[in-house]
């Protein structure tokens, strides 16, 4: 479904990826690691279409998303992709509800339609009770749960995550892996994640491994 051929990217002089051939096939679970500055997030950034490559060629399902207008390309992102991230990156002054229907509203969804689906997932991950409160009254773990709700709203293609089990303890880190797992067996869901955990790397379908911008 993702297919990434010669991609390079550089910050100044820094050669940060040095030409990456990578796929991903539907429905794959994948973990990247490797040491810090490895280029493991920059890899990750345009695989999810956040940053563009300085050369090579990137489709998903077919469309090489750099080749859309601008506006063409966040209505892609919005559509196919969803994002988890380390600090959850929740909208402080909105409750969980509100978080996880954003991506929805954002792609002109309805709002009874987008609030239905929304309490679903929250309801599917085990925070019914917890729909209506902002972000600083739920644990991290709950927070967590809040964002991997968020990146299914929109039902996207794939899901990248960057080290989506970096900010929780031992117990919620392996509640967090096992539900990729388990959207995986219910949704048929590709994820992409970054991790330094090594249990979360040894859980994936492939493990890659990077070292100075390159897979090896």
Known sequence: ??????????????????GIDLEIQSGEIVSIVGSSGAGKTTLLQILGTLDKPD???????????FSLSSKGLAEFRNQKIGFIFQFHQLLPEFTALENVVMPAL???KGMTESKDRAKQLLDKLGLKDRENHQPAALSGGEQQRVAVARALMNEPDIIFADEPS????SKNAAELHQLFFDLRKEFGQTFVIVTHNNLLAEMADRSIVMADGMLI
């Open 106 to 108: 954002i792609g002109g």
């Open 166 to 169: 970096g900010n929780l303890d």
């Open 1 to 18: 479904m993702l297919v990434a051929k010669g991609i390079q990217k550089k910050y100044g002089q820094l050669e940060v990826l040095k």
């Open 55 to 65: 050369s090579g060629v990137l489709t998903l399902n077919g469309v090489d998303p």
